[in-house]
């Protein structure tokens, strides 16, 4: 059988979380995505405007393994200088940051910070290339 169509990208995370409101906040407030759809009180659909971002509220016995298959996801950044900035702002709102902003070798810049229940996120900037 022939593979089919490439698909369109990856558009669409769903996590489990156990510091709801926190992550809401974090989200929301300081990441500035907006709110697509509350199903419910457990249930939260966030986006940037061309993506889709689920916040499940874990189960109360929600006990992950010290080492997950998920190492990060990342959010990109429409310029380069925007990492310094979003790095300084985080910082400055109290947000834990795993990985100082440094330039890569195939030209992107980025650094990594934890959500309110530890998921690695990285901010990054990639370069539009013929790639």
Not at 90 to 112: C, M, W
Request: glycine letters at 6%.
């Amino acid at each position: 059988m022939q593979r089919p169509k490439p698909t369109t990208g990856l558009h669409h995370v769903a996590l489990f979380i156990k510091h709801f409101s926190e992550c809401e906040h974090f989200y929301t407030q300081l990441l500035g995505m907006s709110i697509d759809w509350r199903p419910d009180a457990d249930n939260l659909y966030l986006t940037s405007g061309n993506d889709n971002f689920a916040l499940h509220r874990a189960p109360e016995d929600f006990n992950p393994a010290k080492h997950q298959r998920l190492d990060h996801f990342g959010f990109f950044l429409s310029e380069r200088g925007e990492v310094d900035k979003w790095c300084d702002f985080l910082k400055e709102n109290g947000v834990k940051i795993a990985a100082q902003p440094k330039d890569h070798r195939d030209g992107t810049r980025s650094f990594y910070c934890a959500d309110p229940d530890g998921n690695m996120v990285q901010m990054i900037y990639y370069p539009v290339t013929d790639r």
